[in-house]
């Protein structure tokens, strides 16, 4: 279907998935009809059939339609049968959020409907058309910054997506780690092979003893300054980090006995088996200072596996030797499993559980206490050489001097890890179109890295695509609106610029907020933020929901039909609503809900708009906060707590009760819980009694 460019709206009802035993489409029909004048309808019995899709897009066609409400299943679902090109389609979720949660029938249920269509045809009515947002400059190259494992791999996977790339490296040779060791632990990387890859690659240009000395912009338009022999100026379109990592400071581990000439760490007996030939007695302690409260509280990934292939080492460059690993796990996940295996045939090679209790360097020989061994006893081991597996730190970066509002380098972990936030979209840092790899990212082996680098890279290509089409990333994907600002109104009061979680907003010394559209993760907690209702999208704003906010009929108190308007995050609570219908639990029927991007962005207006129109009181449900479970929008449900004062402040001025206003946190796979919470706050809004504004 071509674009037909006009604002003629249509609503088209489907009646099937027992929505029409439930609710009378007609009526909806009716209603639609005497609310919007001109708007044209449509009933079908199965809309998302092939019969049905024909008889839309045939309505929409003769009808010159520009913007369609489709009120049917949810718009989880069926999302490519009811896209249309060049048509603005909203949808009306009457499945899975009204017809198998409300009863059939009723005379309330069917109110519900009604508002619900009258709700998204007001929003409809009152939105703007948008036009796109690209970038002026826009460029398709890619930065990798870090000649490692992941940043060859990166390097190498842009090229052959055919994207030129350039591959930053500080030091005077690639390879980082991977390029000192004297051997990879079990499955072979041909890493000399790699690196003559991306050397002599066409596509790729490489800059070795490269520093970074900033990088602003937006994604589809960076612009890299760096430093070798003499300062450079590229342009790319997105990012890939892949700066490695450390071995955690060894200095920290006296009480391991580091420090004595015969105890070395992991990558200090590498470096030596290459030059000297293994003592007849080594002992390996595995975790150490890895998971333990006062080091390093997580698993490194690679430590077991590395100590492992050392043992092979010293057995085959010193066949009499005896080699003792002392464990408190041996971690070796997938194809690993097989090389552990390997390295317990060796009858010369001894493992045991157990807890490192002392270790002495008696001058001829090291002393290991272990206690809690598998023998259930304290044992004491004698070696010639201790090695110590210590953890991995992520490379700061820091160095990359980000011209963002929120600091120079990405934002860490509690353990300086890159931020990647999300487990479902791992390569995200809150930095868009800078995407983390590698041991940057995660504590991971070379194979890992390896395969880490090339999906960082496919997402900084799917970034520059989407750039280009004016489409949001993540996790809004395709999302082609963006945040307007009226600055005639703007204060300089710096909450859009302060409250963004993605940098998106530079500003003047003035405090005066300078907007970077590219980098907008479409969130919409800026406009939750403004208190000028400056900050607006085409298809969200003040205007948009605060029309679907009063396009709501309600009652008289007399009717005793409370109205409770509920917010509800698009990215849990929305689904876990969705999972509740799917379950058929039962919800009440006085409740109407909006559909937000992120908690964050619900704006104080919309609560007073809905408390004057004469709402009974109004439900928050979002993401749950906190770092065991975050928003989706890093911060979003967090602000929401935090504005809850200004929230109080207006229940207070209104002389309103404090219990008419709640804000709840789900998992998306909470649907039992979310079916209390609304039904008790109803149950309790209807033990305080009506809204006294409902007459005015």
Aim: charged share 25%; aromatic share 8%.
């Amino acid at each position: 279907m071509t674009a037909v460019g006009t604002n003629h709206m249509a609503l088209a009802i489907c009646t099937g998935c027992s929505i029409g035993n439930c609710i009378d489409a007609e009526k909806l029909t009716t209603a639609a009809r005497e609310s919007f004048k001109g708007i044209t309808c449509l009933n079908h019995k199965a809309l998302c059939s092939e019969a049905g899709l024909q008889e839309l897009n045939r309505l929409v066609l003769e009808n010159q339609v520009g913007r369609l409400a489709v009120a049917a299943c949810s718009p989880r679902v069926k999302s490519d049968e009811f896209s249309l090109d060049g048509i603005y389609v909203d949808r009306i979720n009457l499945r899975e959020q009204i017809a198998w949660i409300m009863e059939p029938g009723n005379e309330d249920t069917q109110m519900c409907a009604e508002d619900h269509v009258k709700m998204v045809l007001a929003k409809l009515d009152s939105i703007k058309n948008n036009t796109p947002y690209v970038p002026e400059q826009l460029c398709s190259e890619v930065l990798v910054v870090g000649g490692g494992i992941a940043g060859i791999s990166a390097a190498l996977e842009g090229a052959a997506a055919g994207y030129r790339v350039h591959l930053v490296e500080k030091s005077d040779r690639l390879g980082g780690y991977a390029g000192r060791i004297y051997r990879t632990p079990y499955n072979e990387i041909d890493l000399s092979g790699r690196v003559r890859e991306v050397m002599e690659h066409s596509k790729v240009e490489v800059h070795l003893e490269t520093s970074i000395e900033s990088i602003s912009g937006e994604p589809g338009s960076f612009s890299v300054a760096i430093r070798n022999s003499n300062t450079a100026t590229l342009e790319v379109g997105s990012v890939v980090t892949a700066t490695g990592w450390r071995p955690y400071d060894p200095g920290k581990l006296s009480s391991l006995g580091y420090g004595s000439s015969r105890v070395k760490t992991l990558e200090e007996f590498e470096a030596s088996v290459q030059t000297e030939t293994p003592p007849d007695r080594v002992l390996f302690v595995l975790c150490a200072g890895s998971r333990e409260a006062d080091h390093l509280s997580y698993c490194s990934s690679y430590c077991c596996g590395a100590a492992l292939k050392q043992a092979l080492y010293i057995r085959e460059l010193n066949p009499s030797a005896e080699v003792y690993i002392v464990y408190r796990d041996i971690r070796t996940p997938g194809f690993q499993e097989e090389f552990y295996k390997l390295v317990q045939a060796d009858d010369a090679i001894f493992m045991t559980k157990g807890v490192i209790e002392s270790v002495s360097d008696k001058g001829h020989e090291v002393e290991v206490v272990v206690g809690e061994s598998l023998l259930g006893e304290q044992i004491t081991l004698a070696a010639d050489l201790v090695v110590l597996a210590t953890g991995m730190v992520p490379n700061t970066t820091a160095d990359l001097k980000l011209q963002y509002r929120l600091g120079k380098g990405l934002p860490e972990l509690e353990y300086d890890f890159s931020d990647s936030h999300f487990i479902c979209f791992p390569y995200e840092t809150r930095r868009t179109g800078i995407y983390a790899a590698g041991t940057l990212r995660a504590p991971m082996d070379m194979e890992m890295s390896q395969e880490d680098g090339a999906g960082a890279m496919m997402k900084a290509i799917q970034c520059i695509e989407c750039v280009s089409r004016g489409e949001a990333v993540h996790p809004r994907a395709g999302d082609m609106t963006y945040p307007e600002l009226y600055m005639e109104r703007c204060t300089d009061c710096k909450r859009c610029t302060e409250e963004c979680p993605f940098g998106s907003y530079d500003e003047t010394e003035k405090g005066t907020p300078l907007p970077n559209p590219a980098r907008c993760r479409r969130c919409g907690i800026c406009v939750g933020s403004c208190p000028e209702r400056v900050i607006g999208f085409s298809d969200y704003s003040i205007n948009s929901v605060s029309a679907m906010i009063k396009a709501v009929h309600v009652p008289d108190e007399f009717e005793e039909k409370p109205r409770v308007l509920v917010f509800v995050c698009e990215n849990d609570a929305y689904p876990a609503l969705d999972a509740a219908g799917v379950h058929r639990l039962k919800f009440s029927p006085f409740i109407r809900i909006i559909p937000v991007r992120c908690l964050g962005s619900v704006n104080k207006v919309w609560i007073s708009d809905a408390l004057s129109h004469g709402y009974d009181g109004i439900l928050q449900i979002g993401c749950k906060p906190g770092d065991e479970y975050q928003c989706h929008f890093i911060h979003g449900s967090e602000l929401t707590e935090q504005r809850g004062e200004n929230l109080q402040d207006t229940l207070e001025t209104m002389m309103l009760e404090p219990e008419r206003i709640q804000t709840r946190f789900v998992e998306i796979t909470e649907h039992h819980e979310i079916q209390g919470i609304i039904n008790d706050f109803v149950e309790e809004l209807e033990l305080i009694g009506p809204n006294p504004f409902k007459d005015m």
